[in-house]
């Protein structure tokens, strides 16, 4: 390999950031941070289970039900206590490293919290009245009241500070480790700075040299893409999946819950005055009218959360080797969820209206992700231009992006994306597509995003793309793509005011 090569094309300190990152040992801190967080919340969850068993076991209606309910319960204390040794002692089963921070320290063993204590006893009352005898088991069981009040007040108290305390250290880890990402990059920014200031001396031509990092850039550009997203796709998949796959279990304990409720109405109609009081003091017809529907909304949430994590999953896959049919409204949607953050307005700014008016499109064959980066840096640019339009106070309508897609002929098919911004020159537009040509601040572009997409559009897949702008009357993009790749043509370049011919 020539490594002089590698140093004046600025890929030498990208190949040394890559080694000091240790990418190995920053994924396992995040998931023993994860698994940390994830056991502490565990332990809110599993005491009230344990007070839920609890009353079950009470008010079992015969022995095989109280024998079952008398296991169970056992059972769960046994996974609280492993739990609870796990994060203060550390379990190589579990993920967990122990050695908990001082903060940490302070809630389980000294006051006010004693969350150690608390702990302990809550799980020798569970074993104590899993095993009192047949004549003890009454509402009035002194371990039963133990229980009840502990898991409704001081211990619950003491596990939600303890499990957001973790959580904010997982945060403080993670702010760490982004601060020594960024500090990295830029240490590999400077050199790769000064690696550029020496790749003048090599003796190429500018045109040369250009589009050699025009290739460059854009491999990876759409490769550290891809796997950025990808990394951020499996970090945050088993938490969507913990939260999307518990919600029917908890619907399940839910019901059973409320099952029992109504059977202890249906068997004692006349309860205890001070319970009277009591129930109608919560609202029990509300809550049991109002808790399915609550469990709902968490349904709903969940879903739509694992529908952002599938379209990121998408949106980071890399193309196989051949094009593939692809349904081009898909993509669309796809990509518009993941700028959502973006659309939804920020600093003061108004939400971004979006408009579709999709036509009925066949399959188009294509290399997906390409097309998707696309849709994804026309829309970006329709933002900023929106962004910055609102910034300086112009424009008296609501921001707005209109999406429409047809089918022009039997052979191709148009996606326009327009916004109702600033627009542009003539000047301008007629450089839209060059290599490096922007009208961004320092530092906010490169240049390159039209001109990458002008390559996909045209050279790889041998369609169209073009701009139509005026100042003050909003800028629309036109991306004509081919349903069918035939046999290839010669190379075909397409002049930016040519857009009449080109339809």
């Known amino acids: 390999m020539n490594f002089k090569y590698l140093f004046h094309l ?15 040992k920053i994924a396992s801190a995040r998931k023993i941070s994860a698994a940390v967080v994830n056991i502490s919340g565990r332990q809110r969850m599993l005491s009230q289970r344990m007070a839920f068993l609890a009353m079950r076991l009470v008010g079992a209606a ?14 769960t204390a046994a996974l609280m206590e492993k739990s609870h040794w796990g994060l203060i002692q550390g379990s190589a089963e579990m993920n967990l ?11 389980y063993f000294q006051a006010p919290l004693h969350l150690d204590v608390q702990v302990r006893r809550y799980i020798e009352a569970a074993r104590a009245l899993a095993r009192e005898p047949e004549v003890a088991m009454t509402q009035n069981n002194r371990h039963l009241q133990y229980i009840i009040e502990k898991a409704a007040f001081e211990l619950l108290a003491g596990l939600d500070a303890v499990v957001s305390q973790y959580q904010l250290e997982s945060e403080a880890e993670q702010d760490a480790v982004d601060a020594n990402l960024a500090k990295l990059y830029q240490q590999s920014r400077e050199a790769a700075s000064a690696a550029a200031e020496r790749a003048k001396q090599v003796e190429i031509t500018l045109q040369d040299l250009q589009q050699a990092q025009q290739l460059l850039i854009q491999g990876e550009k759409l490769s550290n893409l891809g796997l950025m997203v990808a990394e951020l796709v499996h970090e945050i998949k088993n938490p969507v999946n913990f939260i999307y796959g518990n919600v029917s279990h908890i619907r399940g304990y839910t019901e059973d819950l409320l099952s029992s409720l109504r059977l202890y109405q249906e068997c004692y109609p006349h309860p205890h005055p001070k319970l009277e009081q009591h129930l109608a003091t919560v609202e029990l017809d509300f809550l049991l009218e109002d808790l399915p529907k609550i469990l709902d909304s968490m349904q709903v949430g969940a879903e739509n959360l694992r529908e952002l994590v599938l379209s990121l999953k998408d949106f980071s896959r890399m193309d196989s080797g051949a094009m593939k049919p692809v349904a081009i409204h898909e993509g669309l949607d796809n990509i518009l969820l993941i700028l959502q953050h973006r659309l939804k307005g920020k600093g003061g700014m108004g939400a971004i209206e979006v408009v579709k008016e999709y036509g009925e499109l066949p399959l188009v064959e294509c290399y997906q992700s390409q097309v998707n980066q696309v849709f994804m840096n026309v829309l970006s640019n329709a933002i900023e231009a929106l962004e910055e339009m609102q ?24 996606v326009r994306i327009a916004d ?17 040509f922007t009208t961004k601040a320092a530092g906010k572009g490169t240049g390159l995003g039209l001109s990458i997409s002008f390559q996909i559009v045209v050279q790889k897949h041998r369609g169209f793309l073009w701009c139509v702008s005026e100042p003050g009357e909003g800028t629309e993009f036109w991306i004509k793509l081919p349903v069918l790749q035939r046999a290839k043509s010669p190379t075909r370049t397409l002049a930016v005011s040519e857009e009449a011919t080109a339809v």
């Open 10 to 24: 600025g890929l030498l300190p990208m190949i040394a950031l890559s080694d000091a990152l240790n990418l190995d």
């Open 62 to 75: 015969n022995v095989e039900e109280r024998v079952t309910m008398r296991d169970a319960l056992l059972e």
């Open 420 to 436: 109702n911004g600033p627009g542009m020159t003539e000047k301008v537009r007629q450089q839209l597509f060059a290599p490096f």
């Open 97 to 107: 490293p122990g050695k908990p921070s001082g903060v940490v320290r302070e809630m």
């Open 391 to 414: 910034s300086k106070g112009e424009g008296g309508q609501r921001p707005k992006i209109t999406i429409r897609t047809e089918m022009l002929n039997s052979d191709f098919i148009a």
